[in-house]
């Protein structure tokens, strides 16, 4: 329902901000030579291909098409403007100049436009696909610790409490990141995560101290090899 509303008042927009465009042109110029007709098209064009980008992102908002680090609509949204501003300045000066000089230059224009969308849209699944496994090394953090923070809800001992915290505080300023170099870190963790569990379920209070300080040296093993990594 969000994403018809949306769909709707971004075509209402568009179509407002064309028929104000329409106004102001054919209102401020009385000469309508070839070079005019040639900057309104090129104009109208690369107008539609941002409508496209736009419709794009509306239909999926999940949608990470970018260039450079810089998403598809603001770039759009950057050519539209570029183009507005030199279909303009030729419509100006329309009987002085160049036909094939205002075919070259905006041709070129909407052809660097239709290149970068291109290549922002098939670049589209990698930077999902990093997203997704940043999400689910943030996840694998997160979760880690969300078990440590239950097990000081439960905890009674001082000395305990005193080593869970001091493990949520390495876990929680961990690196989210991973690499293959600490893999072999990561699994140790889980494995001694598990451990950690079992011996505070059974009231092995020693050794659940001496599994918080195995995690705990893991972790800043772990977070010293990723920033030797970097």
Same mark, same amino acid.
């Given at each position: 329902? =969000?994403?018809?509303?949306?769909?709707?008042? &971004?075509?209402?927009?568009?179509?407002?901000?064309?028929?104000?465009? =329409?106004?102001?042109?054919?209102?401020?110029?009385? *000469?309508?030579?070839?070079?005019?007709?040639? %900057?309104?098209?090129?104009?109208?064009?690369?107008?539609?291909?941002?409508? #496209? #980008?736009?419709?794009?992102?509306?239909?999926?908002?999940? @949608? /990470?098409?970018?260039?450079?680090?810089?998403?598809?609509?603001?770039?759009?949204?950057?050519?539209?403007?570029?183009?507005?501003?030199?279909?303009?300045?030729?419509?100006?000066?329309?009987?002085?100049?160049?036909?094939? @000089?205002?075919?070259?230059? *905006?041709? &070129?224009?909407? #052809?660097?436009?239709?290149?970068?969308?291109?290549?922002?849209?098939?670049? /589209?699944?990698?930077?999902?696909?990093?997203?997704?496994?940043?999400?689910?090394?943030?996840?694998?953090?997160?979760?880690?610790?969300?078990?440590?923070?239950?097990?000081?809800?439960?905890?009674?001992?001082?000395?305990?409490?005193?080593?869970?915290? /001091?493990?949520?505080?390495?876990?929680?300023?961990?690196?989210?990141?991973?690499?293959? %170099?600490?893999?072999?870190?990561? =699994?140790?963790?889980?494995? =001694?995560?598990?451990?950690?569990?079992?011996?505070?379920?059974?009231?092995?209070?020693?050794?659940? /101290?001496?599994?918080?300080?195995?995690?705990?040296?893991?972790?800043?093993?772990?977070?010293?090899?990723?920033?030797?990594?970097?």
């Amino acid at each position: 329902m =969000n994403i018809k509303k949306n769909a709707t008042m &971004l075509a209402l927009i568009y179509l407002v901000i064309l028929i104000a465009y =329409n106004l102001v042109v054919f209102l401020a110029f009385n *000469q309508f030579t070839t070079v005019f007709w040639i %900057s309104y098209g090129f104009m109208l064009v690369i107008y539609i291909i941002h409508i #496209c #980008c736009s419709v794009l992102a509306i239909r999926d908002m999940s @949608v /990470k098409a970018l260039f450079l680090g810089i998403p598809l609509l603001s770039l759009s949204t950057f050519f539209v403007c570029a183009e507005f501003f030199c279909s303009l300045v030729f419509m100006i000066f329309q009987t002085q100049a160049s036909v094939k @000089v205002a075919i070259l230059i *905006q041709a &070129l224009l909407i #052809c660097a436009f239709i290149v970068i969308a291109i290549i922002s849209v098939a670049t /589209k699944d990698t930077v999902e696909s990093i997203d997704n496994k940043i999400r689910e090394n943030v996840n694998f953090i997160r979760g880690i610790n969300i078990d440590i923070e239950m097990l000081m809800q439960r905890c009674s001992s001082a000395d305990v409490m005193t080593e869970l915290k /001091k493990l949520s505080e390495t876990i929680k300023y961990s690196d989210p990141m991973t690499q293959e %170099s600490v893999s072999m870190q990561e =699994n140790m963790i889980m494995q =001694n995560m598990i451990e950690l569990r079992s011996a505070f379920d059974s009231g092995s209070m020693d050794r659940v /101290k001496e599994v918080c300080q195995t995690i705990n040296l893991l972790f800043i093993e772990r977070n010293k090899k990723l920033m030797i990594s970097k």
